[in-house]
C-alpha cells in the first residue's frame, strides 16, 4: 500500500480530523503513487468516515481519487456493477444513510461519470432526499434548521442530477422505480412548502414516464427535465390555480419535446434498455400505464401538485392524443 505511506493515517484516525496539511499530503500522494488500488480506497474511505471534522478542501480530492477508482480502475471500466455499488454504499452509508455533503458529491460523481449504473444505486441516491425531507436532517443541511416535510432548492437540483444521470446519453424515459422514488419524496412533503423548481421537476419526470407508457418517442431528459427558466413562477390571485399554471407551463415543453415513436425506434430503444441491464446485471422495470392510474388517484394520497397535475392533464383533452387522453381519463374523479 505505497499509496497510504504519504499520509499520517494512524494520526488522522487517533484525533479524528482532516486538516490542510492532510489534504496536501493526499493530493502529492495521488501524484506520486498515481491509481488507488482496492485497499487503498477502503483506507481513503476509512479516514473519511472516522474523521468527522474535516478540512473543506478535503472533499475534493476525495471525490476524484475514488470516483476515478470505482469508474475506471474496477471492472467492468467505465460501468457500475451492483456489487461495485453494493460496495460503495456500504462505505459511505455506514451509519444508515449518508450524512456529508462529500459522501453525497461522491455518490453523484460516480453516478455522474459512469456510462451506466445498476438503477437501484441510482434509487439509493434518491432515498438520500426522501430521507432528508422525512426527518428534517440530511448532508445539503448541514448547519440548517428545518423541519420534516420541506424540500430545499439544493436538494431538488440533487434529484434532478440524478435523474439525469440515469440515462446518460440516452433517451430512457422515467422508469417505475424513479417515478416511485419521486412519488414518495412528494408524499413527504405533507402538504408542506415546496420550492416551484420541485413541482417543475415532479410534473415533466411524471409526464415523461405518461407519454412514454402510451408509447411516445420522449426527448433525451437533458432536454426533458430542464430547469425552469428563472422567475417563471406562476402568477394568479388562488393559490391553487396559480400551481395548476405552473404545471400546465411546465407541461407545455414536454408536450413540444414528444411525438409518435416508429416500431424501429421503439426497438432501438429496448435493445438500449436490454444492453444497461445485460452490463449492470439487473432489471428496469418501465412505468405501465395501470400502475401510473392508479399512482395518480391513490384515495386520500394525492398531494397539491398531484391534483394540478391531473387536473392540468384532463384540461389538455385532444392535444394529448387519442391514447394518452384515454390512460388520463382513467384517473379516478376523486384525484
Same mark, same amino acid.
Given at each position: 500500500?505505497?499509496?497510504?505511506?504519504?499520509?499520517? =493515517?494512524?494520526?488522522?484516525?487517533?484525533?479524528?480530523?482532516?486538516?490542510?496539511?492532510? &489534504?496536501?499530503?493526499? %493530493?502529492?500522494?495521488?501524484?506520486?503513487?498515481?491509481?488507488?488500488?482496492?485497499?487503498?480506497?477502503? +483506507?481513503?474511505?476509512?479516514?473519511?468516515?472516522?474523521?468527522?471534522?474535516?478540512?473543506?478542501?478535503?472533499?475534493? !480530492?476525495? &471525490?476524484?481519487?475514488?470516483?476515478?477508482?470505482?469508474?475506471? %480502475?474496477? #471492472?467492468?471500466?467505465?460501468?457500475?456493477?451492483?456489487?461495485?455499488?453494493?460496495?460503495?454504499?456500504?462505505?459511505?452509508?455506514?451509519?444508515?444513510?449518508?450524512?456529508?455533503?462529500?459522501?453525497?458529491?461522491?455518490?453523484?460523481?460516480?453516478?455522474?461519470?459512469?456510462?451506466?449504473?445498476?438503477?437501484?444505486?441510482? +434509487?439509493?441516491?434518491?432515498?438520500?432526499? /426522501?430521507?432528508? =425531507?422525512? $426527518?428534517?436532517?440530511?448532508?445539503?443541511?448541514?448547519?440548517?434548521?428545518?423541519? !420534516?416535510?420541506?424540500?430545499?432548492?439544493?436538494?431538488? @437540483?440533487?434529484?434532478?442530477?440524478?435523474?439525469?444521470?440515469?440515462?446518460?446519453?440516452?433517451?430512457?424515459?422515467?422508469?417505475?422505480?424513479?417515478?416511485?422514488?419521486?412519488?414518495?419524496?412528494?408524499?413527504?412533503? /405533507?402538504?408542506?412548502?415546496? !420550492?416551484?423548481?420541485?413541482?417543475?421537476?415532479?410534473? /415533466?419526470?411524471?409526464?415523461?414516464?405518461?407519454?412514454?407508457?402510451?408509447?411516445?418517442?420522449? !426527448?433525451?431528459?437533458?432536454?426533458?427535465?430542464?430547469?425552469?427558466?428563472?422567475?417563471?413562477?406562476?402568477?394568479?390571485?388562488?393559490?391553487?390555480?396559480?400551481?395548476?399554471?405552473?404545471?400546465?407551463?411546465?407541461?407545455?415543453?414536454?408536450? $413540444?419535446?414528444? %411525438?409518435? @415513436?416508429?416500431?424501429?425506434?421503439?426497438?432501438?430503444?429496448?435493445?438500449?434498455?436490454?444492453?444497461? *441491464?445485460?452490463?449492470?446485471?439487473?432489471?428496469?422495470?418501465? #412505468?405501465?400505464?395501470?400502475?401510473?392510474?392508479?399512482?395518480?388517484?391513490?384515495?386520500?394520497? =394525492?398531494?397539491?401538485?398531484?391534483?394540478?397535475? =391531473? @387536473?392540468?392533464? /384532463?384540461? *389538455?383533452?385532444?392535444?394529448?392524443?387519442?391514447?394518452? @387522453?384515454?390512460?388520463?381519463?382513467?384517473?379516478?374523479?376523486? #384525484?
Amino acid at each position: 500500500m505505497s499509496f497510504v505511506r504519504g499520509l499520517n =493515517v494512524g494520526e488522522m484516525l487517533k484525533r479524528g480530523s482532516i486538516r490542510e496539511a492532510d &489534504v496536501a499530503r493526499l %493530493r502529492r500522494a495521488v501524484v506520486e503513487y498515481g491509481p488507488l488500488d482496492r485497499d487503498e480506497a477502503e +483506507m481513503l474511505l476509512a479516514i473519511n468516515d472516522g474523521c468527522p471534522v474535516q478540512d473543506a478542501a478535503w472533499a475534493e !480530492p476525495l &471525490v476524484a481519487a475514488i470516483t476515478d477508482f470505482i469508474v475506471n %480502475r474496477e #471492472a467492468p471500466e467505465g460501468y457500475i456493477s451492483v456489487q461495485n455499488a453494493e460496495w460503495l454504499a456500504g462505505h459511505i452509508a455506514t451509519h444508515g444513510s449518508i450524512q456529508s455533503k462529500a459522501e453525497l458529491e461522491l455518490l453523484l460523481a460516480v453516478l455522474e461519470k459512469a456510462r451506466w449504473a445498476p438503477e437501484s444505486f441510482f +434509487m439509493f441516491a434518491l432515498d438520500q432526499i /426522501k430521507r432528508a =425531507v422525512v $426527518s428534517g436532517r440530511g448532508p445539503l443541511r448541514a448547519g440548517k434548521s428545518l423541519p !420534516p416535510g420541506h424540500i430545499t432548492a439544493a436538494e431538488v @437540483q440533487t434529484v434532478r442530477r440524478i435523474l439525469l444521470a440515469f440515462a446518460g446519453d440516452g433517451s430512457i424515459a422515467i422508469t417505475a422505480a424513479e417515478a416511485e422514488a419521486l412519488f414518495a419524496i412528494e408524499e413527504a412533503l /405533507k402538504g408542506g412548502a415546496a !420550492p416551484p423548481d420541485w413541482t417543475d421537476l415532479f410534473v /415533466k419526470a411524471v409526464a415523461n414516464a405518461l407519454l412514454a407508457a402510451v408509447g411516445q418517442k420522449v !426527448p433525451a431528459r437533458q432536454d426533458a427535465l430542464g430547469r425552469r427558466p428563472d422567475g417563471d413562477d406562476a402568477v394568479n390571485d388562488s393559490p391553487a390555480a396559480g400551481l395548476v399554471d405552473l404545471v400546465r407551463a411546465s407541461l407545455a415543453g414536454v408536450w $413540444s419535446g414528444s %411525438r409518435e @415513436q416508429s416500431r424501429e425506434e421503439h426497438a432501438i430503444g429496448e435493445l438500449e434498455r436490454r444492453w444497461i *441491464e445485460i452490463i449492470t446485471n439487473e432489471p428496469i422495470a418501465a #412505468a405501465a400505464p395501470d400502475w401510473l392510474v392508479t399512482r395518480l388517484g391513490r384515495a386520500g394520497q =394525492v398531494s397539491a401538485n398531484g391534483l394540478a397535475l =391531473v @387536473q392540468a392533464l /384532463k384540461s *389538455e383533452g385532444p392535444r394529448m392524443g387519442p391514447a394518452l @387522453q384515454d390512460l388520463v381519463g382513467r384517473i379516478p374523479a376523486a #384525484a
